[in-house]
């Protein structure tokens, strides 16, 4: 008999991911709403300013979310009808779906099964005269392997955009995420590291990238005189592109600048949870913690365990419902995108990339957020130990 019933482990249930707001974060808001712009005004800048500078890129634009700034990204690297763009299965559907918005052909190359990252050689293996893009996601914060990536995309002439919606505050190799790709992206909905409520951004060093993706979120128009045709006069404009309205607002911006003043720590307190998981579950017999390549240093907005299915006598499902039925917010990161019916209606078919099923079917994401306190720390470990010793048959 076990000596606590389940129910106690905890009261309520713990989500797996959850934003972290203090007073400061509050009065730089309300700051705003009593000025005199509420959208578009001086804290965008000011917060693209800030994350231009933190992840050491040239030029940063905020969008409304950051599936917008995928979309913006896509269009800036020019992708449209036939054209192909390598990415990994294991994402959200943005990351993909971006492709889709532009007329484009998504083409899923496999995980590497020690990272669950998109594979370099398996990116390398699914290069056609097509090709135009690669779309790397750092999945969980831990970076792509860039280094390879990148010389890559560059020695086959493709547009490196790094969907990094995992991974502000990571570092490869030493350096920020954000100042290797051509394009990098952020996301600053209230699961990942800042939050904005809605909100994304597109790093760059590319000047030209900047102009067009400044184009895309105001509807491709423009009032830069040494951009228009012709000038009819101070009111004139010009729509040179069909653009979208993408724009965040200052409240969201001013949101991110307090924000971004706790990333640092934020992202500190991941690592340590991190570490603590590790040990905790390094001992337990099936358990198959995340590994981290040397050059990566992960920001961890997810951790996942996996499952390593023979060693239990349940499925992965009844695992995951015992956790829940535990209070424990667990999740599953990600379905394989190209398994979607809206991606097998475009003819996509399951066995496409193996190892992103292998993951799939064995992996279970866990709570992992700065406010979570040391006591739900050590309930979810508590949890998760109960479920093992129930079913590991080891
Ligand atoms: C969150 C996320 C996005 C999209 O960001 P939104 O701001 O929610 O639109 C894209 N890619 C990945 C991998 C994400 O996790």
Not at 37 to 48: M, N, R, S, W
Not at 165 to 193: N, Q
Not at 204 to 218: H, P, S, V, W
Not at 273 to 278: F, K, Q, S, T
């Amino acid at each position: 008999m076990e000596k606590n019933p389940e129910q106690t482990i905890r009261t309520s249930m713990l989500p797996y991911g959850q934003q972290w707001l203090d007073e400061q974060d509050i009065e730089a808001v309300v700051k705003v709403l009593r000025g005199d712009f509420i959208t578009q005004g001086p804290a965008i800048e000011a917060f693209e300013t800030k994350v231009a500078s933190y992840v050491g890129a040239k030029y940063a634009l905020a969008f409304a979310n950051g599936t917008a700034a995928l979309h913006a990204a896509c269009f800036a690297a020019g992708i449209g009808e036939g054209d192909q763009v390598i990415t990994t299965p294991i994402t959200f559907l943005a990351s993909s779906n971006c492709v889709l918005y532009q007329g484009g052909t998504p083409v899923f190359a496999d995980i590497d099964m020690e990272t669950y990252n998109i594979d370099p050689a398996q990116i390398e293996l699914k290069i056609t005269n097509k090709t135009k893009a690669i779309i790397a996601v750092d999945f969980t914060g831990q970076p792509v392997e860039i280094d390879r990536i990148s010389m890559l995309a560059r020695d086959r002439g493709l547009v490196l955009i790094q969907d990094a919606a995992h991974s502000l505050g990571a570092s490869y190799a030493g350096r920020k995420i954000g100042s290797r790709a051509d394009m990098t992206m952020f996301s600053f909905h209230p699961v990942k590291h800042v939050t904005t409520g809605e909100g994304g951004m597109i790093v760059t060093d590319n000047e030209d990238y900047y102009r067009k993706l400044l184009l895309f979120r105001n509807h491709g128009m423009t009032r830069n005189p040494e951009e228009l045709l012709k000038n009819d006069g101070p009111w004139y404009y010009e729509m040179q592109e069909l653009g979208y309205n993408y724009r965040m607002t200052d409240m969201q911006a001013a949101l991110g600048i307090s924000q971004m003043d706790k990333l640092d720590s934020f992202v500190s307190r991941r690592r340590d949870i991190a570490a603590r998981y590790n040990e905790a579950f390094s001992k337990l017999e099936g358990l198959v913690i995340p590994k981290q390549l040397p050059l990566a240093e992960s920001s961890w907005h997810l951790y996942v365990l996996r499952w390593d299915l023979q060693h239990f006598e349940v499925d992965r499902k009844t695992i995951f419902n015992e956790l829940r039925s535990m209070n424990i917010g667990v999740h599953v990161h990600y379905i394989p995108v190209y398994l979607q019916p809206y991606y097998q209606n475009l003819g996509y078919r399951g066995g496409l990339c193996p190892n992103a099923e292998t993951y799939y079917q064995t992996s279970i994401t866990l709570p992992m957020f700065p406010k979570m306190t040391d006591q739900d720390v050590e309930q979810v470990i508590d949890s998760i130990e109960r479920v093992h010793g129930r079913h590991c048959n080891a």
